[in-house]
């Protein structure tokens, strides 16, 4: 599968939105058909769907599925838009993209149609969005070459930030992808990203897809990699940016933010402006967690020796496990936020201007 050859979702001929579905990569190419509502609620909430941008297209095409199926009881269609909203409680562009489809259901008279091209703009629009950050990464990645006078560039992300992700070539990535374009030699430290591996598992399929050099390493490598100088940027994505620049991202950003401080190595946010939460003044103390099973900890899935993906406990019987989903990295860490509208400096003077 090439980049730009698919989408991780798209409308099938009888109106069906159909997704990669996420839980079965790298081994198996499995797509799902959502039909309802209620099926593109249960897509986000068992992350066969997940990132922060495409949580927000399907929950937008959820919207359209449920005007599909209450033909035009609006309060019934608000109902499901109100229950997609609250599927997952950390990235923001799934409320962003729910909200403004129930703002498109009060004005119109034809709701199945205006929801349907409401969707599908928001899903075109992040593509513009994830190019523009791709550019406007690759510039910076090109500008440390320069001074620092390097033929390879080291790049350190964690979890997928990829065209899995958000569409059409990720937050994350995207400036990786564009520097492939350019001609840039660059290879990327995957960090595994536990406990459900989307670094070892999403982000490791879509390099090798792309052809780009990577290498996966345990979580708890990155701060070693940094003191040996190995690592000339980090980039993440983001689930939810606070007004003051607090960033929120898959649990264990933040220590990796903490290594970059004290190693000199500088680290960055790419997001599209949909991930803002102008609402948040604080991101620290006032995002909300998502906490997750904690069976996620204690099995892991992978191929076994015959070539059949199972399931595995790796932790003691009758262990507790915790499993927090994101952690969020103060402003103070980050050394700039990558956007379509340029990069923006983690605070509220910044982050203000911005306002839709
Ligand atoms: O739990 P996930 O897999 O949905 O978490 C995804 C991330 O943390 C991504 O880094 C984030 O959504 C940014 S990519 C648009």
């Known amino acids: 599968m090439m980049l730009g050859t698919y989408r991780a979702l798209w409308l099938n001929d009888e109106g069906d939105l159909e997704v990669i579905d996420q839980r079965y990569l790298p081994f198996e190419k499995r797509i799902r058909v ?66 403004n489809m129930l703002e498109v259901i009060q004005r119109s008279d034809d709701v199945v149609s205006d929801c ?23 510039d910076i990645i090109e500008d440390i070459m320069t001074v620092k006078k390097l033929n390879q560039f080291h790049i350190l992300t964690h979890c997928n930030a990829g065209w899995l992700a958000i569409v059409d070539s990720g937050s994350a990535l995207a400036p990786i992808y564009e520097a492939q374009k350019r ?61 003051n620049g607090d960033a929120a991202n898959k649990i264990g950003t933040y220590l990796k933010a903490l290594a970059a401080k004290d190693n000199g190595v500088p680290f960055y946010i790419a997001l599209p402006i949909n991930t803002f939460d102008f609402e948040c003044a604080n991101g620290v103390s006032d995002i909300e967690i998502e906490q997750r099973s904690q069976d996620e900890v204690h099995d892991m899935q992978g191929l076994n020796a015959t070539g059949v993906v199972e399931q595995v406990r790796i932790t003691p019987l009758g262990s507790q496990a915790a499993n927090y989903g994101f952690d969020v990295t103060p402003a103070r860490l980050i050394a700039g936020l990558i956007t379509e509208k340029g990069v923006i400096q983690p605070n509220k003077d910044a982050i203000g201007q911005l306002q839709w």
């Open 34 to 99: 959502l039909k309802s509502a209620n099926d593109a609620c249960e897509a986000i909430k068992d992350m066969s769907v997940r990132g922060a941008g495409v949580i927000g297209n399907v929950a937008a095409f959820g919207v359209y599925l449920a005007a599909r199926e209450f033909a035009d009881d609006k309060q019934k269609i608000e109902q499901a838009a109100l229950d997609i909203r609250s599927a997952r409680p950390t990235a923001v562009n799934l409320m962003w993209a729910v909200d």
């Open 116 to 138: 349907k091209a409401e969707a599908i703009r928001q899903t075109d629009e992040d593509v513009r969005r994830t190019q523009a950050i791709g550019n406007i990464g690759a």
């Open 183 to 243: 001609g840039i030699d660059v290879h990327v430290w995957v960090d595994e990203t536990r406990p459900r591996n989307q670094g070892a598992r999403l982000t490791a399929w879509e390099l090798q897809d792309a052809g780009i050099q990577h290498t996966i390493i345990p979580d708890n490598t990155g701060g070693l990699l940094m003191q040996q100088g190995k690592v000339d940027m980090v980039i993440t994505g983001a689930d939810r940016v606070a007004l």
